[in-house]
């Protein structure tokens, strides 16, 4: 056979003419498994995007418009000496998020019936009903602001593996946000005067939320949709949504006659911390990538240090809402403290250190 040919041949896209690894197995071989053998996960996500580095070896078949190919590793500043090696921690893929999030529906629809019935909200204490209608009605926007940047963002992932993991990240978020908007409404048909409309009203005029709503509008502006993905789970989350959910919500709740929204606010810190494990891992390997872990480095330190400013910011506005319960069950500053530890320690386990941002 002639160079000729054979350059031909190397070039051509045609179906058999080059030969890949594990191409005539049946046990889906062609990709290096992250343990002995692959995860039925991995079968469902490795290589399911193409990839012209890999196998289509006549480039994109379609490009948009103006000649950007279909997907591009410029949609983000990180580099990865191979995008491919990542694998979400929690092996979430189609079939088993549909079965989780029906799970989480569910029990947060036994816990609203149970408690309707045994007349629990009209045992609410009146200072907390409050605090449910402007506040809580007020945050579900922005798990609803959080959930569209990240619907967003998944769309320009360079793999189907990052893809998967930012869009479940998304759905948990839209989720969550409707999970309230129900748990609000149930309310209101047993407690005369609940005013739904009052957290909106609240997140477009309170100046209490105003920090929070420019650090997600923030984050929705971003271009970058790792940098989406990286401040909705190593700074706003910590600093912000946890502060919130965690260290008011779940911890004042019971002290105001009120078990039914703990639980219903339980289902996202058990989605935050599969997002989260799901981030550090990705974010982790770019850190320690041998080429780029750097570049990547520094530039994980770069939007810590420009959203961290404004979730912090976001966080001490949010404090006049720790005094409005009549029975106090937590303070501000323990809790504010409790969050930039965490994100100190997340951080930390990516392999790059905040504390020059959070101590400001």
């Not at 320690?288 to 872990?293: A, K, Q, R, S």
């Not at 409790?338 to 386990?349: F, G, Q, S, V, Y």
């Amino acid at each position: 056979m002639s160079v000729t040919e054979t350059q031909t041949i190397q070039k051509s896209g045609a179906a058999g003419s080059a030969k890949f690894a594990g191409s005539d197995s049946r046990k889906y071989n062609y990709f290096e498994p992250k343990g002995r053998k692959a995860s039925h996960y991995e079968d469902m996500t490795v290589d399911v995007q193409p990839d012209p580095e890999r196998y289509l070896l006549q480039d994109w078949i379609i490009n948009f418009a103006d000649g950007t190919p279909t997907y591009d590793k410029t949609w983000t500043a990180l580099k990865s000496s191979n995008w491919h090696q990542f694998r979400a921690i929690d092996q979430e893929w189609e079939r088993t998020h549909y079965q989780r999030q029906s799970t989480i529906v569910g029990m947060i629809s036994n816990v609203i019936e149970n408690g309707r019935r045994s007349g629990a909200p009209g045992r609410f204490d009146r200072a907390w009903v409050k605090v449910l209608t402007d506040h809580l009605g007020a945050y579900k926007h922005a798990e609803f602001g959080l959930g569209t940047a990240t619907m967003q963002a998944q769309r320009y992932g360079y793999t189907q593996m990052i893809n998967n993991a930012i869009l479940t990240n998304s759905s948990y978020k839209l989720r969550f946000s409707q999970d309230l908007t129900l748990y609000l409404g149930e309310l209101a048909l047993d407690i005369e005067g609940f005013d739904q409309e009052a957290g909106k009203q609240h997140w477009l005029e309170d100046p209490v939320w105003q920090g929070t709503r420019q650090a997600i509008e923030t984050v929705m502006g971003t271009s970058d949709f790792l940098e989406q993905y990286f401040v909705t789970n190593i700074v706003f989350e910590p600093l912000v949504g946890e502060l919130f959910r965690s260290g008011f919500i779940m911890q004042m709740a019971a002290a105001q006659n009120d078990f039914m929204t703990p639980a219903v606010v339980s289902a996202a810190e058990g989605d935050y911390e599969r997002n989260l494990a799901n981030a550090v891992e990705l974010f982790h390997l770019l850190v320690l990538d041998e080429t780029h872990g750097e570049h990547n480095r520094k530039l994980l330190i770069s939007w810590m240090n420009k959203h961290g400013a404004l979730a912090l910011l976001a966080a001490h506005q949010l404090q006049p809402i720790w005094s409005q319960p009549r029975v106090k069950a937590a303070q501000f500053t323990d809790v504010l403290d409790l969050a930039k530890n965490r994100a100190r320690a997340i951080a930390a386990e990516i392999g790059f250190d905040v504390r020059a941002t959070l101590d400001q």
